[in-house]
């Protein structure tokens, strides 16, 4: 969070609405552990990682929808899922990610 968080103090003194996506838990081969953080603004900027790339671009989107709605979702990403190859999770593992907006 260190690494983002002056990032975040910046969106947060020019006004924009911001989401936090947390990694909550990873199974077999994953990029980033449990605790890796990316935030969102509502320009779609984004800051910090929760797959190394993999699968960011689905988050972005789903952070944006948070943003609008107040409503946190957790989500879900895995090689067993459909859409994991669509996404990019090719590395083996699943993962959870956790995203909320964060209202200061």
């Not at 879900?76 to 990019?88: C, Q, S, T, Y």
Request: aromatic share 6%; proline share 3%; hydrophobic share 45%.
């Amino acid at each position: 969070m260190k690494e983002i968080l002056a990032d975040i103090e910046a969106w947060q003194a020019r006004g924009d609405k911001i989401a936090l996506a947390t990694v909550t838990q990873t199974w077999g081969s994953s990029p980033r552990a449990p605790g890796s953080k990316m935030a969102v603004n509502h320009k779609g900027e984004m800051i910090g990682s929760v797959s190394g790339g993999c699968v960011e671009g689905a988050v972005v989107e789903e952070a944006m929808r948070v943003i609008k709605s107040g409503r946190p979702k957790l989500l879900h990403f895995g090689v067993a899922d459909e859409n994991a190859w669509e996404v990019g999770l090719a590395c083996g593992g699943t993962i959870e990610v956790f995203v909320e907006r964060l209202d200061w």
